[in-house]
């Protein structure tokens, strides 16, 4: 049994909510900076008051692709997750701009980014529920051109309405400008409407016919079978916990012992609390206890081969994004224009240049969408994404070096074709070794290595700017640059399915 070839137009529909989960992401990069400095955050604290995302992130999206595997009503099997992810950011957004204080505007963003990732993380899943394999570059594509143009719109919004619209870009210290507060408004909306769009217009297998497609397909074996390797396998998780616990511990106490930043522990405490969480399962295990908890933290250890090798391309890839989207106004603003006071009309112009550039990148990256499969299919997969990586390390580079608003514009080209690429390429790369009856779980487990290069971000930037670069933000864009550069070398090691995937 197969699964049929889906016309343009459905896959168009059930891409059609990455518009509206981009457009609210878009605002969220694009401001979420401004926010917190304008309500008085110092520039070195800002990565840790991003942290809420990926931490969110790397707990939700597993839990939310776990469920979302298990789940069918009336409404679907990912869909009900669109839904609920839509309404609770939605209702977010309409909240951010409005924190009357910082540590409310941290929270806020920490809930946002929970809801957003609820309605985020099933997409990718749904790709691979709906589309036969010859289709899926296309379907991960499609999501790329939505997330592009909804990130367009959402970049730009701020600007766009204090400059075609006429709405306030300034406002006393420590209150948001109404350009901001209404990007905000109309960007709940949208979002909500967009998600809706794709629950009532597209349609989902039954949990039957999906394992009747499953037998036609050759994934990559993710789990142990045979009574030898399940004992093998705990055995392995056991000695793995007892490794993070270790590094965990021995990190977290040099770090005491030097004085270094507290952000730290953050990254080394979790890893910490990994550990236990494995050991705690391994003797659930040796029991023979198999429930949800089991299984979620048992599969960390076994992810297919293409996914090992390619949680390096995306650790330096999402490393090299998340310096952009937390420096660029601070590197633009202080760097280019020389300015940091808030208040300023010099400082609010150049904030909203950043949004213009964001708007490149992102409309650069719709309009590559679907040129970049073309070219995979004339080279290959790993070229492919080797040489946008490259083009977007040096546009992140030239930043240092530029002096006008046009010369920020072109660096932003290379980043919009290595955020295209980012976006699709990993994902055809990865679809053929996931088993269809976890594809939830491991496209969630996928968000690890996008999520833990922005903890390792947020918790080390800061004090790599404060302390190495004398409060200087875009030597961090200059780090962001070269680690992209190094993600497209990592490409070239990644192993795919050739009959699936061509390398």
Request: charged share 15%; proline share 4%.
């Amino acid at each position: 049994m197969q699964k049929r070839k889906l016309s343009f137009w459905e896959i168009w529909n059930m891409s059609f909510g990455f518009l509206g989960i981009q457009f609210g992401f878009a605002l969220q990069n694009a401001n979420t900076s401004r926010i917190f400095e304008t309500l008085g955050a110092d520039v070195e604290d800002i990565p840790i008051l991003w942290i809420a995302a990926p931490v969110t992130g790397l707990v939700v999206q597993p839990i939310i692709g776990y469920f979302s595997d298990k789940t069918w009503t009336r409404l679907g099997r990912r869909k009900p997750y669109f839904l609920v992810g839509a309404i609770l950011a939605s209702i977010a957004l309409f909240f951010m701009p409005n924190s009357p204080e910082l540590w409310v505007a941290a929270g806020m963003l920490w809930i946002m980014d929970a809801s957003i990732n609820v309605s985020m993380e099933p997409f990718r899943a749904f790709v691979g529920d709906n589309l036969p394999e010859e289709q899926r570059t296309l379907g991960f594509s499609m999501q790329s051109f939505f997330i592009g143009i909804g990130a367009v719109v959402g970049s730009a919004l701020p600007y766009v309405l204090t400059n075609w619209i006429g709405i306030d870009n300034t406002a006393p210290a420590g209150e948001i400008p109404d350009s901001v507060k209404w990007s905000f408004y109309v960007g709940g909306v949208i979002f909500f409407l967009a998600v809706l769009w794709t629950v009532l217009f597209s349609k989902e297998y039954s949990p039957e016919e999906l394992e009747a497609f499953e037998e036609n397909r050759d994934a990559q074996k993710v789990e142990p079978k045979t009574e030898k390797e399940i004992n093998q396998n705990i055995s392995t998780q056991k000695k793995s916990g007892w490794i993070m616990i270790l590094i965990g511990t021995l990190v977290s106490y040099l770090i005491y012992t030097n004085g270094l930043t507290k952000e730290l522990y953050i990254l080394f405490i979790g890893l910490i609390f990994v550990g236990v969480l494995f050991l705690i399962v391994s003797e659930l295990r040796k029991k023979r206890i198999t429930n949800g908890f089991t299984i979620i933290v048992s599969d960390l250890l076994n992810m297919p081969k293409t996914m090992k090798q390619l949680a390096w391309v995306q650790f330096f890839s999402w490393f090299a994004l998340f310096s952009m989207w937390i420096y660029t106004t601070q590197a633009v603003t202080g760097h280019v224009f020389d300015t940091r006071d808030t208040t300023s009309q010099l400082y609010n112009d150049a904030a909203d240049w950043v949004t213009v550039m964001f708007t490149v990148y992102n409309g650069v990256a719709a309009l590559v969408a679907f040129a970049l499969p073309v070219l995979a299919k004339r080279t290959s997969n790993k070229f492919t994404h080797m040489f946008a990586l490259t083009l977007g390390g040096i546009g992140l580079i030239s930043i240092y070096f530029v002096t006008t608003k046009l010369g920020l514009i072109l660096s932003m080209v290379g980043v919009g074709i290595a955020w295209a690429s980012i976006l699709s390429i990993p994902y055809a790369m990865l679809s053929g070794s996931l088993p269809s009856s976890k594809m939830g779980y491991f496209m969630g487990v996928f968000n690890f290595f996008i999520v833990i290069p922005q903890i390792v971000a947020s918790t080390i930037l800061g004090f790599i700017v404060s302390n190495l670069f004398e409060n200087q933000p875009v030597y961090a864009l200059i780090i962001g640059g070269f680690a992209m550069i190094a993600a497209g070398v990592f490409t070239l090691n990644v192993k795919t399915n050739p009959r699936l995937n061509k390398e």
